[in-house]
């Protein structure tokens, strides 16, 4: 029994491995360093590199075949030499980038390729050079943020960072802890309208973000937000705040009539009443005070102020020790503490 | 007709460009109100080291009975020195320094890069509010600044401070720490510190460290936020105390293999006296090696008295051939106390949609029940053209 369920499992992780991209690395690894080794130069197979060009410069058949005389197999080398996606990577770049192989050839490189295409020497995994490697000769551009220097339109092409900063986990939660120190790093890729889609306050949100193609797009609401979003300010007090103005909130709610001059109250029974036990809302108001302003904001502070003005039946509002560098003749003091009480 | 000249200055930025000038625009119906919505976008380099930005819309509404309206969420113009020494924009944008809230203002901002590593900033405008672009408002200003120093390739600490005055009374004064650095290839961290000044005490605190080995990524994380003191200090409910929350957790991204990701959020929160665990665990898996389609699920578990919920989300995108795509999304909410408000919240979305050059189009429904609602069903409609000009 037990070797039947381990063969099932043997073949059903079989099966999967093509669906989750599982292959096998080393069988479709150029061999660069091998070749290095062996004495080939790059430009024997990459020909008319140093040239420049619009071309992406590599290896047909033909060049393969001045050193393999009897190639194994009748399809394309690259075809299988090549790890899949390699290719159409080379080609997004090359639409991405200001790059020209010839200018770098006769400047600093001095005609060493291996001087930016240091993988080569640590293997055969990476050999496309990491920023950094351009930042060795142009740190000028990193310190300036001036990176219209070999991106064609970064605000545009959606590259994502790929190390520090990477958009993964739960980035529109955490983006404002990491954002905070790197403001002008955002902005190389982002535009206004990105920043201003959710902090801005005069559209709800913008069209181009309701992205109805991608359900995976990041966003602070997402699906059924409008149904819980009760719950989620409930569990987190002040979330809203931190983006939203306590009043974008009441015209809504007016017109759903859970606030303003209807009947209908979101309110639990007990909310208000003459003992303390009946007074839940005082508790609730003080975990998040920027829920009760969403709908009693304004004109609306009034309906508190009727029971905790100065000698009011409500007693005072505030807890032990509390203080402000507000005047009592500042706003909102003044509205419970009329001139001359304190 | 007061967008009119906004529109126009816009336009006109047209034929100054020398680099690509971007156009976009985007219109969305909807069955729901029903109501539409038209976003017009665009942005371009005017010279080198000086570019324009503009977002106008304009939305109908036909149950509200007010007829069109519309504004200007963003209209700026930027430039910067050759070297990147000095960095200004005017105009109205969103406004983020270090650890003070972002915030969306008319106004002007301006970068200086220092030497030894120093960096300056400042802003200053007025708040911007929904109605008040153009129509007569009272004295209302903002203004700010931070000093930084950078650390590494991508880091720095920086300390901020910002004033806010509603109709000249002070509505809000904060002082803000931030911090963070890419330690070295696989460490990064990042925190933020804001004081409230007029009331004094905490308003939030945020510290983040992650470290990435091999395919997994994780990161701890807490969080510490006092609402009251995020309220305007002119509002009555900034008085009433300050009962602050605590949130602390891990996150880690695992890639399992090439083309499935796996993420486990995993934190405990106290609100109160009041504890709680939120616990979500998601899973997404490309079908194709370029992603074109993914299938995704996730659950989460939100605790905690009178707000606890579980709940579990479906989502899919298929790539079809003729560049069309069937993208859906299933979402159960089940809270733990119905309090007469249904006890199951169902919420779905199917769209198909098209996306050829420049056009992209969609059309989808959205059906859902929830405490609000019993049933109801939308249908939504979108519509999107970009042009870009030499």
């Known amino acids: ?342 | 007709m007061k967008l009119a000249p906004l529109v126009g200055i816009a336009l006109a930025a047209a034929p100054v460009a020398a680099d690509p000038l971007r156009l976009r625009a985007d219109a969305l119906a909807t069955t729901a109100s029903p109501a539409g919505l038209l976003v017009l976008e665009a942005d371009g380099a005017l010279r080198s080291g000086m570019s324009a930005e503009a977002v106008v819309w304009m939305a109908g509404d036909r149950t509200s009975g007010e007829g069109a309206s519309g504004d200007v969420l963003v209209i700026a113009v930027q430039a910067q020195t050759k070297t990147g020494f000095a960095r200004g924009k005017v105009g109205r944008f969103v406004s983020s320094l270090g650890a003070l809230r972002p915030v969306h203002v008319d106004g002007g901002a301006l970068r200086l890069r220092l030497p030894k590593r120093f960096d300056a900033e400042v802003f200053a405008g007025m708040p911007v509010s929904p109605a008040g672009f153009i129509d007569g408002r009272s004295w209302d200003w903002i203004a700010g600044g931070r000093v930084a120093r950078r650390l590494g390739d991508y880091g720095s600490v920086g300390v901020g401070y910002a004033q806010r005055r509603d109709a000249g009374r002070l509505a809000t004064e904060e002082l803000g720490l931030d911090a963070g650095a890419a330690i070295d290839k696989r460490h990064d961290l990042g925190a933020r510190l804001a004081y409230d000044l007029v009331t004094p005490g905490l308003a939030e605190v945020g510290v983040s460290a992650s470290r990435r080995t091999g395919g997994v990524r994780t990161e701890l994380y807490a969080r510490h936020r006092s609402p009251s003191h995020l309220l305007p200090a002119t509002s009555l409910f900034s008085v009433i105390g300050d009962v602050p929350s605590q949130r602390a957790g891990t996150v880690i991204t695992w890639r399992a293999a090439p083309r499935l990701d796996l993420i486990a959020d995993l934190a405990a929160r106290r609100v109160d006296d009041e504890y709680g665990e939120e616990l979500v665990g998601r899973a997404r898996l490309r079908l194709d090696p370029r992603g074109a389609s993914v299938v995704g699920g996730e659950l989460r578990r939100s605790g905690g008295g009178l707000s606890a919920w579980t709940g579990v989300r479906a989502l899919a995108r298929i790539a079809l051939p003729h560049a069309f795509a069937i993208a859906t999304e299933l979402e159960l909410v089940i809270p733990d106390e119905d309090r007469g408000r249904g006890g199951v919240w169902p919420w779905g979305l199917v769209a198909t949609t098209w996306e050829r050059s420049d056009w992209q189009a969609a059309v989808a429904v959205e059906a859902s029940a929830s405490p609000e609602y019993r049933h109801r069903i939308d249908a939504l409609f979108q519509l999107s053209r970009r042009w870009s000009v030499k």
């Open chain 1, 1 to 342: 029994m037990k070797r039947a369920v381990g063969a099932l499992l043997c073949v059903a992780l079989v099966a999967c491995a093509g669906i989750l991209g599982l292959t096998r690395p080393a069988s479709t690894q150029f061999p660069h360093r091998a070749h290095v080794i062996a004495g080939v130069t790059c430009t024997k197979c990459h020909q008319g590199v140093e040239a420049g060009g619009p071309g992406l410069h590599l290896p047909d058949d033909a060049s393969c075949l001045t050193c393999h005389a009897k190639p194994h197999d009748t399809r394309s080398c690259l075809g299988c030499h090549v790890p899949p996606g390699r290719i159409e990577a080379l080609v997004e770049a090359k639409q991405h980038l200001i790059f020209d192989h010839a200018k770098h050839l006769k400047g600093e490189a001095q005609g060493n390729c291996m001087r930016c295409h240091v993988g080569v020497a640590d293997g055969d995994a990476r050999m496309r050079p990491v920023m950094a490697t351009c930042f060795k000769c142009h740190g000028e551009a990193q310190s300036a943020r001036k990176c219209d220097g070999c991106h064609k339109d970064l605000a545009e092409d959606g590259s994502l960072p790929q190390s520090h900063l990477a958009h993964d986990g739960n980035w529109v939660r955490d983006h404002g802890m990491r954002a905070a120190s790197s403001g002008d790093l955002c902005e190389t890729c982002h535009k206004q309208s990105f920043c201003a889609d959710c902090h801005g306050q005069t559209v709800p949100t913008l069209t181009s973000r309701r992205r109805l193609a991608d359900p995976f797009s990041a966003s602070a609401h997402r699906a059924g937000f409008s149904a819980r979003h009760s719950l989620e300010a409930r569990a987190d007090p002040g979330a809203c705040a931190t983006c939203h103005q306590p009043d974008k909130c009441i015209a809504c709610h007016t017109a759903k009539q859970v606030a303003g001059d209807t009947r209908a109250t979101p309110h639990p029974r007990g909310w208000v009443g003459l003992t303390s036990a009946e007074n839940l809302h005082g508790r609730e108001a003080r975990r998040d005070p920027a829920a009760c302003a969403s709908c009693h904001g304004g004109a609306g502070e009034k309906l508190c102020v009727q029971c905790h003005a100065v000698g009011g039946v409500g007693g005072t509002p505030h807890p032990p020790g509390w203080s402000s560098r507000q005047p009592l003749s500042a706003m909102p003091c003044r509205l419970c503490h009329p001139i001359g009480a304190r």
